[in-house]
């Protein structure tokens, strides 16, 4: 498997703070996509962060990446109750073959 | 921003007969896959395609299965014939470039159930 088991887990916030979602990856990657999926609905992505970026942000998103640790974090600061959903990491070792994290899925609370 | 739909959005057919999931990706789209997702597990690879051909696959994608765009139409997956271990929603998904920074956007999935 590409990924560790601590990518699948499930978390639920109050409106308002911050959080931040975590994965793991096993081997080489170029590019780590974050996706967020809403119940019913197909993927989408949200940020993307690069091996030669440590940091990425958009809007109250911000995406890290660690090579060396082969990990990397999505944070969201004051959540808002349209943030709920699953958000799963994707990373790619090959010509286009991508491999999904199980994901976090992400309830935040009014 | 633009949508990839998938048709039907359930499927329930019984184990051996063929199944076919349509995809009508994104118009001026080039690059075209298939993912699975069993529920509760993670979305896997099946194949990509690109100019009638398939590029590359993953060990998921069985003999079993095919992949087509006819004349610029629907990109479809069949699966003939059908197992027990293909339930699973199937997620179609085009992008207009290739690549590891390509942005891929996917369709909402057709849930398929094979009793």
């Known amino acids: 498997s590409q990924w560790g088991e601590e990518n699948l887990q499930a978390l639920s916030i109050q409106e308002g703070e911050d959080v931040t979602m975590n994965c793991s990856y096993k081997?080489?990657?170029?590019?780590v996509h974050w996706y967020r999926q809403d119940s019913g609905r197909g993927p989408a992505l949200i940020i993307l962060?690069?091996?030669?970026?440590r940091e990425k942000r958009s809007g109250r998103l911000r995406a890290t990446l660690d090579t060396s640790s082969q990990s990397s974090s999505l944070s969201i600061t004051a959540a808002q109750c349209e943030d709920t959903a699953v958000y799963f990491c994707?990373?790619?070792?090959?010509?286009?073959?991508?491999?999904f994290g199980k994901g976090t899925s992400l309830t935040v609370i009014p | 921003g633009p949508k990839v739909l998938q048709i039907p959005s359930h499927q329930i057919i019984d184990m051996g007969q063929m199944v076919t999931l349509n995809c009508d990706p994104v118009?001026?789209?080039?690059?075209f896959y298939w993912y699975k997702q069993i529920l509760g597990q993670q979305m896997e690879f099946l194949v990509n395609?690109?100019?009638?051909?398939?590029?590359?696959k993953s060990k998921l994608f069985k003999d079993q299965f095919s992949v087509e765009r006819p004349d610029g139409s629907y990109f479809t997956l069949k699966i003939q014939p059908t197992a027990l271990e293909d339930s699973a929603v199937y997620f179609c998904?085009?992008?207009?470039?290739?690549?590891?920074?390509?942005?891929?956007?996917f369709g909402p999935g057709t849930r398929l159930t094979v009793l």
């Open positions: 994707a990373t790619n070792t090959g010509y286009q073959n991508f491999y």
């Open positions: 118009s001026n789209h080039l690059y």
């Open positions: 081997t080489y990657t170029t590019v």
């Open positions: 998904a085009s992008s207009l470039r290739q690549g590891a920074y390509a942005e891929q956007f």
């Open positions: 395609f690109y100019n009638g051909k398939v590029m590359e």
């Open positions: 962060i690069r091996s030669n970026e």
